[in-house]
């Protein structure tokens, strides 16, 4: 797996870009097959709200798929955080995407729809084709925090996203897990 990291970050938001070796139509099922896998093993139940195909703006053919999904997960969050705001760790996300099949790009976006009392998180992912090597994918990931306790919300805004980027590498061992087992199934 190749990987050129583009890392940008501030308190509140973090940034980065990678790339796949495998081509993007591979790295698309890949996305939507994504859980379970070895890897991620935080996110105990997926379900499809919607899916339906569009034209994009000017066409006249369907070429986008849009998908509304939720899932539940396990999220890391540090124990002292549960003790002062009384909550648990599961976390209830919503996830919308759209797959533009006639400009090869997927952009999903998450927002967690629990727990916005105490805490929002975004994260967009966009893949696209790699401009160098149709073979490959690029993946553009962000990810955005907003604690609202006051006094230490920007403390543990920063607690947060370092470990939201420990996880990211594992969420990637799974999606080429995934892309890795599409490929198998294929041959």
């Given at each position: 797996m190749a990987s050129k990291s583009d890392e940008?970050?501030?308190?509140?938001?973090?940034?980065n870009v990678h790339v796949f070796n495998f081509p993007?139509?591979?790295?698309?099922?890949?996305a939507y097959r994504k859980y379970p896998n070895p890897y991620s093993s935080s996110v105990h139940s997926l379900?499809?709200?919607?899916?339906?195909?569009?034209?994009?703006?000017?066409e006249a053919v369907g070429t986008r798929i849009l998908s509304r999904r939720l899932f539940c997960t396990r999220w890391n969050i540090p124990s002292f955080i549960t003790r002062m705001t009384g909550t648990d760790p599961e976390v209830t996300v919503s996830e919308q995407s759209v797959c533009d099949v006639g400009r090869q790009t997927l952009t999903i976006r998450a927002r967690n729809i629990s727990k916005q009392n105490f805490f929002t998180m975004d994260e967009t992912l966009v893949y696209s084709v790699c401009p160098e090597d149709r073979n490959k994918t690029v993946l553009k990931q962000s990810a955005n925090v907003n604690i609202t306790i006051p006094v230490i919300g920007g403390l543990l805004e920063s607690i947060w996203l370092s470990?939201?980027?420990?996880?990211?590498d594992n969420g990637r061992k799974g999606i080429v897990s995934v892309a890795e087992k599409i490929t198998e199934e294929i041959l």
């Amino acid at each position: 797996m190749a990987s050129k990291s583009d890392e940008q970050e501030d308190q509140t938001e973090w940034s980065n870009v990678h790339v796949f070796n495998f081509p993007w139509e591979r790295m698309v099922e890949a996305a939507y097959r994504k859980y379970p896998n070895p890897y991620s093993s935080s996110v105990h139940s997926l379900d499809t709200l919607e899916r339906s195909v569009t034209a994009a703006p000017g066409e006249a053919v369907g070429t986008r798929i849009l998908s509304r999904r939720l899932f539940c997960t396990r999220w890391n969050i540090p124990s002292f955080i549960t003790r002062m705001t009384g909550t648990d760790p599961e976390v209830t996300v919503s996830e919308q995407s759209v797959c533009d099949v006639g400009r090869q790009t997927l952009t999903i976006r998450a927002r967690n729809i629990s727990k916005q009392n105490f805490f929002t998180m975004d994260e967009t992912l966009v893949y696209s084709v790699c401009p160098e090597d149709r073979n490959k994918t690029v993946l553009k990931q962000s990810a955005n925090v907003n604690i609202t306790i006051p006094v230490i919300g920007g403390l543990l805004e920063s607690i947060w996203l370092s470990q939201y980027k420990s996880t990211v590498d594992n969420g990637r061992k799974g999606i080429v897990s995934v892309a890795e087992k599409i490929t198998e199934e294929i041959l």
